[in-house]
């Protein structure tokens, strides 16, 4: 099981992108999903969470530009960027905090599977002119 984010690249300021992350295997669960990102000589900060019952959390940096969603049926988390800024370049990481899943294609009570704290392999936006 892995988290795969897609959707980063280059956008002048004042554009829009849609960063995707999907976990891929037989997912029975995920708990809360999130982004985070860390840009050029900065410690990772929290961009944007969401829970399974879709309760949503904003960095302040973020609110009113940035929307988090996710499709459950999918086990994907999505964040459109809207507004963007220079100082939204940055690597968005996206993570699991709770997962539960199979370790084959097909469910069984044994091959029922726990995870905390998953983290995809980042995504790179570029916000410049």
């Known amino acids: 099981v892995q988290l795969q984010a897609s959707g980063g690249g280059l956008v002048q300021p004042g554009g829009s992108l849609r960063l995707s992350c999907a976990a891929s295997?037989?997912?029975?669960?995920?708990?809360?999903m999130g982004w985070y990102r860390q840009g050029p000589g900065k410690q990772r900060e929290l961009v944007a969470t969401i829970t399974s019952t879709y309760n949503t959390n904003y960095a302040e940096s973020v609110k009113g530009r940035f929307t988090i969603s996710r499709d459950n049926a999918k086990s994907t988390v999505y964040l459109q960027m809207s507004s963007l800024k220079p100082e939204d370049t940055a690597v968005y990481y996206c993570?699991?905090?709770?997962?539960?899943?199979?370790?084959?294609?097909?469910?069984?009570?044994?091959?029922?599977?726990?995870?905390?704290?998953?983290w995809g392999q980042g995504t790179l936006v570029t916000v410049s002119s």
């Open positions: 993570n699991a905090d709770e997962m539960y899943y199979c370790s084959g294609d097909k469910c069984y009570e044994d091959t029922v599977r726990h995870a905390t704290d998953m």
């Open positions: 295997g037989t997912i029975i669960s995920i708990n809360a």
